[in-house]
């Protein structure tokens, strides 16, 4: 049972009990290697915005992993030790730029061929 009778417990229970709660909250204090401001990061943060999935698939795999091996359960990794050592700017450097919402597609289409 969790020990509510410190602030610290009380935070950490509730982020790992609402997970998405603290994925969003590392998403947006990431800067992604930009200084602020920065047009561009709202538009990385908004691509990591829908892949809470993707990484919570990891933490799980993560987790399960941890569990297999018979891991202490005070060692376990809780979610946001998992977030808190996530490459989210190396995961975003890695992305292409249309992944990035960066191409330059739109403003160049591709060029058509008129046949008479």
């Given at each position: 049972?969790?020990?509510?009778?410190?602030?610290?417990?009380f935070y950490e229970t509730m982020l790992e009990a609402e997970?998405?709660?603290?994925?969003?909250?590392?998403?947006?204090?990431?800067?992604?290697?930009?200084?602020?401001?920065?047009?561009?990061?709202?538009?990385?943060?908004?691509?990591?915005?829908?892949?809470?999935?993707?990484?919570?698939?990891?933490?799980?795999?993560?987790?399960?992993?941890?569990?297999?091996?018979?891991?202490?359960?005070?060692?376990?990794?809780?979610?946001?030790?998992?977030?808190?050592?996530?490459?989210?700017?190396?995961?975003y450097s890695d992305m292409t730029p249309y992944q990035r919402?960066?191409?330059?597609?739109?403003?160049?289409?591709?060029?058509?061929?008129?046949?008479?």
């Amino acid at each position: 049972m969790a020990n509510y009778n410190t602030f610290d417990d009380f935070y950490e229970t509730m982020l790992e009990a609402e997970p998405q709660t603290a994925y969003m909250g590392a998403v947006g204090s990431q800067t992604f290697g930009r200084s602020l401001p920065d047009p561009t990061l709202d538009r990385a943060r908004a691509g990591f915005r829908n892949q809470f999935s993707d990484v919570y698939n990891q933490y799980l795999g993560q987790r399960g992993r941890e569990l297999s091996s018979r891991t202490d359960p005070s060692k376990l990794t809780t979610f946001s030790s998992f977030l808190e050592k996530y490459p989210f700017t190396q995961r975003y450097s890695d992305m292409t730029p249309y992944q990035r919402g960066t191409s330059r597609s739109r403003f160049n289409p591709s060029t058509r061929f008129i046949f008479y």
